[in-house]
């Protein structure tokens, strides 16, 4: 090849005497060439349309720019006939070629852009788009690159080549951001000239400062913002702290040529935008051209930069930005004054978590963001099941609802494929589906069912059972009947009292023993059953898992008494617990009817009832059923878009994993610490008992609040429930990695040593 440069060196450039040697580059082959007048680079080009126009046109602006800064930027060298690129045909193909003059200085490359170079970066970058801005170039602003941020959508068909399902999802998620936060204001924003990629291997430094810019191929028409954005993309992958490594570059640039308000809020999406589009071509790279090192040079930096990116706050770096700008920053409005709009609007039952409220603005996968900046790492959602706002469900959502939102009294494709769906997730035998919106009318419908079924009204329950809000949920739930200002049980209840293998002790058969006390309850009550309700591992009881053998046997008595048993996994239920599908299933037990609720829709108000063809058809007495919102094409769309995540991101699978992870943690934390008395659950659904001591177990409810607010003032979510408030209630997300387990877990000692010690001193 090197022959061929020099052959052409010699006809088109007059130069016959030099050593040429190849230089590192993303597509395209190019050569340092060192002559005796001087050093060069000479660059070659594949041809493609509108390419001769293009590589004129960016060298006229290279010839401008250098007018004014002879030492700052390459200057093309015209060939024989005076034109700035060369076209040879061969085989009746076009090759191009140019000569620019070699720029000395040092590249930044591996060093990356440091906090020393950052400012002066910033400040080259900001005159030189002063600059750029007087000059305007008809082929380059007709250029449609999908560098230029303002084309991001063009790499949408490469997210395919990312591999890794847990991490195409981030890209999907900043691209859809993009569309809903950036793509809006793009047109409005100031448009320039711009350099388009401030990367480490273009930057050339003389004595510790930026001094020069080389490689202006992907010069383009673009909102000027977007430089900083690229420029700020590079700083951040090499800087130690994300939030706070791309602050000088940008005081630098605003020293120069100033940022407006409305850039600088964007900055923060179009940031992750350059991070995804890099990583998208880095994954096609990977298909077509493996061996090319530079194809993959900020790949692993721009992953660990895209993943810290998901878990920020969008908030905390608009406001480093603006201060580093010379911005105030963003002023949030006090707790108090929500608090107050809240007690006007509405009633204090509706209660708020934590000592202090959280007033929360966004939201992604196991992150959560409130008003002031903060992220907050999610133990405790287990309704966002797939992730909070992840994209799949959320463009479902968005392209269901644009398309048509109807009910169940038309026939739709969603409706039919969603039911078929998740039937097929259940056993032949239950083979009906009712689709409802809350997993209250899911309590209610199935109760409906079973009293059609049986004839008769009388329920069974589980002390501390919780199954919705409704006159009748309330009236099946012993935690709100039986607890603080709740009416107390009705006659038409049984209750079981809860099997804890904790409290009770394991050897005591406590499966067994509770089942018996609900037969003789039963038989006592002589007005029979018509259905026996409990949730697998109990929510609200504080994450006790029934003991084994328990709900063997009270299906076993209940069917016997004409009763049929139904098996709420609101909470349960979606492979949360990991080994199993439904929690009915860790128990060795087989349902009539299931109760859905909470994840299925992922945030999207969802429910529903599965059960037997023979119960179904004894609820058709001729009365109709008919939700209005339940079940209809964008509740379908939502719930098909989850089980195409669970799938693809095998997300029971990591259930089971981080949970068997998390739990193993919880109980060496547990040995630790007097005051864990019991951690249990299985999968993502967990609890940690707290108590006294570990011979007594009195339940320490004081303990498990403050460890709930020292755990929110470290940044983790996490609830408290169970009839004593004294269990630390652990449901996360799907998503959840074993990092996160280990920042939970790290989080949770520390509060303890703090909180244990000062009860201890009281
Ligand atoms: N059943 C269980 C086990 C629940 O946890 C809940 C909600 N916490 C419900 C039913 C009621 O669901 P919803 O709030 O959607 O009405």
Redesign the pocket.
Known sequence: MTDSVKKILNERFGISEAEITQLAGYGNNNYRVSTASGKFVFKTYEDRPDLRGELEAESRILEKLAAGAPSAYPKPVADIDGGYSTVIREDGISKYFRLLTFVEGDILGPKGISGETAYSLGSFLGKMDGELSSLRSAPIEARRSKWDLQYHALNRPLIEYIENPQDRKYVEYFFQQASFFVDRELPFLRHGLIHGDANEWNIIARAGKVAAMIDFGDLCYSPIVNEVAIAAAYALMFAEDHITGASRLIAGYQEMNPLEEKEIALLFHLIALRLSVSVCNSALAAKTMPDNEYAFISEERAWRLIRKWAATNPLRIENEFRQAAGFEPRRTVSVGEDLAVRRKNTSRVMSLQFTEPIKMKSAAFQYMFDDGGRSYLDCYNNIPHVGHCHPRVVDAIAKASARLNTNTRYLTDEFNEYTTRLLSRFPERLDKIFLVN??????DLALRLAAAHTGNRNVAVVEY?????TSR?ISVSHYKYGGKGGPGKSDAIIEAPIPDEYRAGPEAETGKRCAEILRERIDESKAGVSAFIA?PIV??GGQVPLAQGFLQAVYDLVRKRGGVCIS?E??TGFGRLGKWFSGYEMHGVEPDIV?L??PIGNGH?M?AVVTTSAIAESFETGMEFFSSFGGNTVSCAAGNAVLDVMDEEHLQDNARDVGGYLLCGLEQVTEEFESCGNARGEGLFLGLELVRSKDGKEPDGGLASSVQNALRDAGILVGTDGPHENVIKIKPPMCFTEENADELLGALRQALKKHERRTETK
């Open positions: 809350s997993g209250s009318a899911a309590t059972g919780y199954h919705g809000n949920g949730e929510g609200c709420d609101t909470q109760i609720g909470k108000p429910a």
